[in-house]
């Protein structure tokens, strides 16, 4: 490992606030919905690098669960901006105000 | 070498990333996140975890971006954003504030202090991995798969657009026009 653990983390902490300024800034669904797959990632670079400092396991088994919780989470989110879109013809989520959709 | 690596990922990646969020279209976003996928999983190879690498590879790169792309198609170039102000929070305010969260990340997280020595051996294998998966973690293991299959569920039940039947009580998808 000749590269210190904190350039990765330092990475991840940037790629993280670029995912949050795209949640925050971008009103298509679908980039929102990319850029809170930027922040999963982030996060987990910290892991699998955190498994690496201490020699651990488990951090990469944690990134694991994420990867499975994140493919159920891209296929339910899109198939709900599929049914929005079908409805209100926009994905623009400045736009689906209505509660009863 | 492994410093001239992580810095061409790195690159790739901050890059990649700028590009998710400044694309014009949707599809340019899918690619430059792909570009991201790509570079952390160069980055897990150098960090003695080969599996979770080639999980990336195959889930994130080949499945989750290529489902981006599909819905992108499928919503046949109308995934953009309209022009005009947004009704939340001014660009400007926003970015502001994840500077300030970013800036507060990087002072934690480049803070940390560990000095790791050389990993055990077979670190980050299938083997290792698999031996953990299950043996201690047999139970949210098979948590994962009970949540894989409601998602699987899930996207039918939303996808399946049901037919309104002539007379009869319409069904939930089309109820709410």
Redesign the interface.
Known sequence: ???P??????????????????V?????A??V???I??ML?AV???F??F?????S??G??L???V??????????G??????I???R????V?EM?LL?? | MEAVLFAITAICALSGGAGVIAARQPVHSALALLLVLLSLAVDYLLLDAQFIAVLQVIIYAGAIVVLFVFIIMLLHGRSGEEAGPGAGLPPAVAVVLCVLFGGGLLAVLAGTHAAPGAPPAGFGTVQVVGRALFRQYLLPFEAASVVLLTGMIGAVALGKRLPAAPGGPAGPSERRR
């Open positions: 490992m000749t590269v653990a904190p350039y990765y983390l330092a990475l991840s902490a940037l790629l993280f606030a670029l995912g949050m300024a795209g925050l800034v971008r009103r298509s679908l980039i919905f990319m850029s797959e930027l990632n987990n670079l910290t699998v690098t498994a690496r400092v201490y020699r396991i488990d990469q088994l990134v694991f669960f990867l499975v919780v994140a493919a159920t989470e891209v296929v339910i899109l198939a709900i901006i599929v049914d879109f079908r409805s013809e926009t994905v623009d400045d105000d009863r959709g």
